[in-house]
């Protein structure tokens, strides 16, 4: 799978490359992101609830979503971290499962990816 066809339906690839012109670093990133670990920080502070980890969790990765270009995840990561300035968890966990859902879908294709 080529890394343009890795943003079909995840992410917006033209302003990715707009940022980065080297496939090569794109690539590079996006095989960073597989191992990032602040969705499961997200996931663990939330069931815990822990508002202040959680939003620690889901800032972070709103901030990895926008640099990389990953509007899928981008979109709702975002709504879940404003839940979560509000102080309002029971928000936020009602959003998980679609978070959950994009991420799990982004992962896959990501993972899909041609070295």
């Given at each position: 799978?080529?890394?343009?066809?890795?943003?079909?339906?995840?992410?917006?690839?033209?302003?990715?490359?707009?940022?980065?012109?080297?496939?090569?670093?794109?690539?590079?990133?996006?095989?960073?992101?597989?191992?990032?670990?602040?969705?499961s920080i997200l996931q663990?502070?939330?069931?815990?609830?822990?508002?202040?980890?959680?939003?620690?969790?889901?800032?972070?990765?709103?901030?990895?979503?926008?640099?990389?270009?990953?509007?899928?995840?981008?979109?709702?990561?975002?709504?879940?971290?404003?839940?979560?300035?509000?102080?309002?968890?029971?928000?936020?966990?009602?959003?998980?499962?679609?978070?959950k859902e994009r991420y799990?879908?982004?992962?896959?294709?990501?993972?899909?990816?041609?070295?």
């Amino acid at each position: 799978m080529t890394t343009r066809d890795v943003y079909e339906g995840i992410g917006d690839y033209d302003r990715m490359t707009a940022c980065i012109a080297r496939e090569e670093s794109i690539r590079k990133f996006l095989r960073m992101f597989l191992k990032d670990e602040n969705f499961s920080i997200l996931q663990k502070a939330i069931a815990a609830n822990d508002v202040e980890r959680a939003f620690y969790g889901a800032h972070t990765l709103k901030g990895v979503c926008q640099n990389l270009c990953l509007t899928y995840i981008y979109e709702i990561v975002y709504i879940v971290t404003e839940a979560l300035r509000d102080g309002n968890i029971e928000e936020a966990r009602r959003l998980m499962p679609e978070l959950k859902e994009r991420y799990d879908k982004a992962i896959i294709r990501i993972a899909e990816m041609d070295d």
